[in-house]
C-alpha cells in the first residue's frame, strides 16, 4: 500500500517510518525541507521525498491523489506563540487536500483530553481531531499521555531533572496524574491500526497500565538508574516559575517548558483499555518502558533484532543504519583525521586491543583497566576472543563489540567496565577520513564529575590513538 507520513522528520515519525517499509509499503514522506531530512539509504527505494508545507494550501498539490493511508503526526508546539491557529489550519488544509484522494484511512495521535479544563496545549490537539474529523474518509485517533522513549521531550526532562538534581523543591503539579505509554507501543497501535473498520471514526486512549503522578514518575526513574533523590512539592510555584525552573534546569526551550507546564497541571489518565482487545497490544509497564529506554546493547541483542525482523523481507535493510549512539545528554569526544591508507587503517583498528594494545598510552590504559578491577570490574584480563576476527558479541578488553562490519568499515564498542553511566566508543571510515567517536551517557552528578577528571587524559589517549591509526 501506498502510506502518506506527514511530520516525518519528527520524533514518532522517524521511528515509524522503517516499521512502515519492512511491512511492505511504499512511504511517501511529506516534509517542510527536504535538506533536513536524510533517511537511511536502505530506505530509499521504498519511499518518496515531498516538500510540502501544511500551512501552505498551494504546496499541498504536490502530494499523490492514489495513497491509501495517512498518517498525521505534525505539531506545532514550539514553534510559534500561535501555534493553535497554526495546528487549527494545518489541520484544515490537510483535510481538505487528502478529501480530494483516494485515501481511506488517516491515522492521527493525539494527546488525553478527558478533563474539563484543558491546556492551551490540549485544546489544540482537540481541535485538530475535530477538523481531520470533517474529512471525506475515516479516522482512526490515539490518544497518549507521556511517551517514554530515549529522545522523547518529556522522557529527556524527566532524566534531566531526576540526573541532575539530588534533591528537588518542585512544583505542585507534580502530584498531578498521569498514564504513561512506552514509544514501541505507540508504534504497534500505530501499524496494527491500518485498515482496522472496527476502529474507523473512533477516537482511543492509550497507556499502560501505571497510573502514576509525576513525583511518581521521576523517584522511579531515579530507582532504575540506581540513584537516591528526595522530592518536596511546594504550592508557590508559579506556571512562569515553574516554566522557568524546567528551562534552567533541563535542556529543553522555555517555549516548550511553558507548553508542558500548563499540560502538567492537568490529568492524562486512559478512559479505557478497550483498544488493547482490539489490536491484541498489552503496553509494558512505566518501569518497562524506562529500562527498554536504557537497555545496554550487548550479546549481539540490537544486531540479532534487527536481522530476525527483516530476515523475510524482501528489503535491502542496511543494519548498521539502524544502531546508532545516543546523543542527547551525553558527552561527546569526536575527532576526525584524513587516512593514508584505508586498508591498513581498518586492519590496525580489527587488531585493536588485547595482546597488541591500543597504539598509543598503552601504560594508561593499563591503569585504567587495573582501576577498574579494584572497583569489582573486568579490567583488561579477558583480551580478546580471536586475534585476527572480530565478531560481534565478542569481548574486547573490558569493551563488548556491538557492531563489526569491515567492509563499511565500521566497529562499536561499549563499556563493560565499571562507571556512573554508559560509554561507547566508535570507530568508521568514510571518504577517507577516520571518524573516532567516543561517546558517555552520565547517570547524576557522579557521572559528570568523573567526565570532567577523565576529559584530559582523554585528550591525551584518544588524539594519540587516532594518528597511530591514520598514518601508515
Request: with cysteine; charged share 25%.
Amino acid at each position: 500500500m501506498k502510506i502518506l507520513l506527514t511530520g516525518a522528520t519528527g520524533y514518532i515519525g522517524k521511528r515509524i517510518l522503517p516499521i512502515l517499509v519492512q511491512k511492505g509499503h511504499h512511504v511517501v514522506c511529506c516534509v517542510r525541507d527536504t535538506t533536513r531530512f536524510n533517511p537511511p539509504d536502505s530506505l530509499k527505494e521504498n519511499i518518496t521525498v515531498i516538500e510540502a508545507d501544511l500551512l501552505d494550501e498551494n504546496s499541498l498539490t504536490i502530494i499523490p491523489s492514489d495513497i491509501d493511508i495517512a498518517y498525521y503526526l505534525v505539531h506545532s508546539m514550539t514553534s510559534s506563540e500561535n501555534y493553535k491557529l497554526l495546528e487549527k489550519k494545518s489541520a484544515q488544509n490537510f483535510r481538505v487536500k487528502l478529501s480530494e484522494t483516494k485515501v481511506k484511512h488517516v491515522i492521527y495521535l493525539s494527546g488525553i483530553t478527558n478533563e474539563k479544563n484543558l491546556s492551551k496545549h490540549l485544546l489544540s490537539r482537540k481541535e485538530v481531531e475535530t477538523e481531520l474529523s470533517k474529512g471525506s474518509y475515516n479516522l482512526t485517533t490515539f490518544r497518549a499521555g507521556i511517551i517514554v522513549g530515549s529522545g522523547s521531550a518529556s522522557f529527556e526532562i524527566i532524566r534531566d531533572l531526576v540526573e541532575k538534581l539530588p534533591v528537588m523543591i518542585t512544583p505542585k503539579w507534580l502530584l498531578t496524574k498521569c498514564q504513561p505509554i512506552g514509544v514501541s507501543d505507540v508504534l504497534k497501535f500505530l501499524t496494527n491500526a491500518i485498515l482496522k473498520e472496527e476502529i474507523y471514526n473512533k477516537n482511543y486512549d492509550i497507556g499502560s497500565d501505571d497510573v502514576l503522578t509525576y513525583k511518581e514518575m521521576l523517584l522511579q526513574f531515579a530507582e532504575i538508574r540506581n540513584l537516591n533523590r528526595r522530592i518536596w512539592t511546594v504550592p508557590l510555584m508559579t506556571p512562569k516559575l515553574s516554566s522557568y525552573w524546567l528551562y534552567f534546569v533541563t535542556s529543553t526551550s522555555y517555549k516548550l517548558a511553558r507548553s508542558l507546564v500548563e499540560s502538567m497541571k492537568v490529568e492524562v489518565v486512559c478512559r479505557n483499555n478497550e483498544i488493547n482487545k482490539i489490536l491484541n497490544i498489552q503496553p509494558i509497564s512505566y518501569k518497562e518502558a524506562l529500562l527498554k529506554a536504557f537497555q545496554k546493547i550487548q550479546n549481539n541483542l540490537i544486531v540479532s533484532s534487527w536481522k530476525d525482523s527483516y530476515s523475510s523481507s524482501e528489503s535491502n535493510f542496511n543494519i548498521s543504519e539502524f544502531i546508532n549512539v545516543p546523543k542527547y545528554g551525553c558527552f561527546i569526544d569526536k575527532r576526525i583525521m584524513a587516512v593514508e591508507n584505508s586498508k591498513l587503517t581498518t586492519e590496525k583498528i580489527w587488531s585493536i586491543g588485547g595482546m597488541n594494545g591500543w597504539y598509543y598510552g598503552n601504560w594508561l590504559w593499563r591503569i585504567r583497566g587495573f582501576i577498574d578491577k579494584i572497583f569489582g570490574g573486568v579490567g583488561l584480563r579477558r583480551g580478546r576472543t580471536n586475534k585476527s576476527i572480530i565478531s560481534v558479541g565478542d569481548s574486547l578488553d573490558f569493551w563488548r563489540v556491538l557492531y563489526a562490519n569491515k567492509r563499511e568499515p565500521r566497529l562499536l564498542l561499549f563499556a563493560e567496565m565499571k562507571l556512573p553511566g554508559e560509554a561507547w566508543l566508535e570507530f568508521k571510515i568514510v571518504d577517507n577520513k577516520l571518524i573516532q567517536t567516543a561517546t558517555f551517557r552520565p547517570v547524576g552528578l557522579g557521572g559528570r564529575l568523573y567526565w570532567l577528571l577523565v576529559y584530559p587524559f582523554h585528550g591525551v589517549i584518544f588524539q594519540g590513538l587516532i594518528k597511530k591509526l591514520s598514518i601508515q
